[in-house]
C-alpha cells in the first residue's frame, strides 16, 4: 500500500478478530518505529509488546472512562473490550530527560521532547500497520503510572501511549476532516492564501 493510501484509510479501530498476528508481520510494523525521526537521533522510545492474555486483561484495567457531558456518569473506555480481543498490545514508552537536551539542560521552551519523538514513532507505527492490513486505535486516556506497574517500567521511563494490534472487525467510515483553508495560513498566523 502506498503511503498517502494508508494515511487515508487509517480508521481507529476498536474491535479485533482474534487471528494471530504472526512474528514476521510484527517485526515489520516494528521495524516502521525504529526508523521514525527523533532530536538529535536520540530515539527515546522503547515498545512492550504484550501478547499474553493475563498481563493484557491486567492492562485493560489501566484504561479511563470518559465523563459524559452534563452528567456525573462515566462512559466506560471504549478500547476495553479492544484490549481482550486484539490478539496484540504495543505499549509506547520513552526514556526521560534525553530528548530535547543538550548537554544535559532542556534546549526548547517545550521542554522533554519525549512526547513528540515517541509520537512520531507511533504514528510509522500505526500507518505501517494500516498498509499490512491491520489496525490500531492510539490510546492515550489511561493511568500511566499503573501502567507502568503492570509492566516493570523502570524508573526514568514513562508509559506514552498504547495500541490494541490486530485484524479488524470492523470498517469505520471517515470522520470529517477540516478544510485546508482552515488550518494552513500564510507568513501571519489567521492569513489565508487569498488574503496574501
Known sequence: MEVFEAIRTRRSIRRFKTTPV?????????????????WAN??????????DAKV?????????GRPVEGST??????????????PVIIVACAELGRSGYFRGEPS???GD????????????????ATSLGLGTVFLGLFDAPKAARLLDVP??????????LGYPDQEPQPRPRRELSETVFYDHFGNSLESI
Open 56 to 64: 493484557k486483561a491486567e492492562l485493560a484495567t489501566a484504561l479511563i
Open 42 to 51: 536520540t530515539q527515546c522510545w522503547r515498545f512492550i509488546v504484550v501478547r
Open 22 to 38: 504472526s512474528d514476521e508481520i510484527l517485526n515489520k510494523v516494528l521495524e516502521a518505529t525504529r526508523l521514525a525521526p527523533s
Open 155 to 164: 524508573e526514568g521511563f514513562a508509559v506514552v501511549a498504547m495500541t490494541p
Open 73 to 86: 456518569e462515566i462512559r466506560p473506555n471504549g478500547a476495553s473490550e479492544a484490549f481482550i480481543q486484539a
Open 108 to 110: 526548547t521552551d517545550k
Open 113 to 128: 521532547w519525549y512526547m513528540f519523538d515517541t509520537a512520531l514513532a507511533m504514528e510509522n507505527l500505526v500507518l505501517a
